[in-house]
């Protein structure tokens, strides 16, 4: 029933797996680049019951791949960005089939900021897009994420 949630506490789970980080940082002239990878492998699955339907199953929601890659460039004048995440296939049920299955999606978005220096502190106005490329994707099933979506923020440090 997709409008009743309830929490499911396994007795046992096994996991196995592997993050794999990885940053590459450079300067040319006054221009920062940083370059943020990762990747996450990881096998996930109920070892409550041998005898159960869902014994060896991944647990529901575990993609067994994920990652991401974000790409910043600083300059004196303006901070640009740019992220992605990609999550894999995962099962909505403890029950691993091709009914619970869900698809992997890749979420992208920018960003710009810019600080300006104050007599008395400082501001930074940034503005941010999210999900790009206005993907419709589901993180829990029957529930789908928003389309694309803006932001502003405006911080005042003294």
């Given at each position: 029933?997709?409008?009743?949630?309830?929490?499911?506490?396994?007795?046992?789970?096994?996991?196995?797996?592997?993050?794999?980080?990885?940053?590459?940082?450079?300067?040319?002239?006054?221009?920062?680049?940083?370059?943020?990878?990762?990747?996450?492998?990881?096998?996930?699955?109920?070892?409550?019951?041998?005898?159960?339907?869902?014994?060896?199953?991944?647990?529901?929601?575990?993609?067994?791949?994920?990652?991401?890659?974000?790409?910043?460039?600083?300059?004196?004048?303006?901070?640009?960005?740019?992220?992605?995440t990609?999550?894999?296939?995962?099962?909505?049920?403890?029950?691993?089939?091709?009914?619970?299955?869900?698809?992997?999606?890749?979420?992208?978005?920018?960003?710009?900021?810019?600080?300006?220096?104050?007599?008395?502190?400082?501001?930074?106005?940034?503005?941010?897009?999210?999900?790009?490329?206005?993907?419709?994707?589901?993180?829990?099933?029957?529930?789908?994420?928003?389309?694309?979506?803006y932001r502003?923020?405006?911080?005042?440090?003294?």
């Amino acid at each position: 029933n997709m409008f009743v949630w309830s929490m499911v506490n396994l007795g046992l789970a096994h996991i196995t797996g592997c993050d794999i980080k990885a940053t590459l940082n450079a300067t040319f002239n006054e221009i920062d680049l940083r370059l943020d990878l990762n990747y996450s492998y990881q096998q996930a699955v109920d070892k409550t019951d041998p005898n159960g339907k869902t014994y060896n199953h991944q647990i529901p929601y575990t993609p067994m791949h994920s990652g991401g890659a974000m790409l910043y460039i600083t300059t004196p004048w303006l901070e640009a960005g740019y992220d992605l995440t990609a999550v894999g296939q995962r099962y909505s049920g403890r029950q691993n089939s091709s009914s619970t299955l869900l698809d992997g999606y890749i979420d992208q978005g920018i960003s710009l900021a810019r600080s300006f220096n104050l007599k008395f502190g400082s501001i930074r106005i940034a503005a941010r897009v999210l999900n790009l490329f206005d993907v419709q994707y589901e993180v829990i099933r029957s529930y789908p994420m928003m389309g694309r979506n803006y932001r502003l923020s405006i911080t005042y440090n003294l």
